[in-house]
C-alpha cells in the first residue's frame, strides 16, 4: 500500500521554479512530522525542508530563501515550491513523515536542473 506519494518532477532551466506534491493517507497528516529529503547520484540523502502536523517549518541552510514546504492535513497534502532553482539542487525527491515508532517514504520523484 502506497501511504506517501510525490508528483511535480521534471526539467527545469536554472533560475526556474517547479512545485512538489505528496499525497498520503490521513493517518499520516494527522499527526507526523513530515519532510523532503533529496538524493543526488553518488550522495547520501539530505533533509532539504521539514514541517510539524501544526506547521513549524525548518529548511537546510542551502535552500533557505529558496524553497517553501507547505501542507494542508484536511488535504492530506504536502508541497514544496521551489523557486530560482540552482543545477546543485537536481536531485531524486522524497516525501518521509516520521512517526513514533515507523518511518514512511514516498517512492520519489525526479527533479533536474539544467540549461
Known amino acids: 500500500q502506497v501511504e506517501l506519494e510525490e508528483s511535480g518532477g521534471g526539467l527545469v532551466q536554472p533560475g526556474g521554479s517547479l512545485r512538489l506534491s505528496c499525497a498520503g493517507s490521513?493517518?499520516?497528516?494527522?499527526?507526523?512530522?513530515m519532510h523532503w529529503y533529496r538524493q543526488a547520484p553518488g550522495e547520501q540523502g539530505k533533509l532539504v525542508a521539514g514541517?510539524?502536523?501544526?506547521?513549524?517549518?525548518e529548511y537546510a541552510d542551502s535552500v533557505k530563501g529558496r524553497f517553501t514546504i507547505e501542507r494542508d492535513n484536511p488535504r492530506t497534502a504536502m508541497y514544496l515550491q521551489m523557486n530560482n532553482l540552482e543545477t546543485e539542487d537536481t536531485a531524486f525527491y522524497y516525501c518521509?513523515?516520521?512517526?513514533?515508532?515507523?518511518?514512511?517514504w514516498g517512492q520519489g520523484t525526479q527533479v533536474t536542473v539544467s540549461s
Open positions: 490521513p493517518r499520516i497528516f494527522r499527526t507526523y512530522p
Open positions: 514541517i510539524t502536523s501544526g506547521g513549524v517549518t
Open positions: 518521509h513523515a516520521q512517526g513514533n515508532t515507523e518511518e514512511v
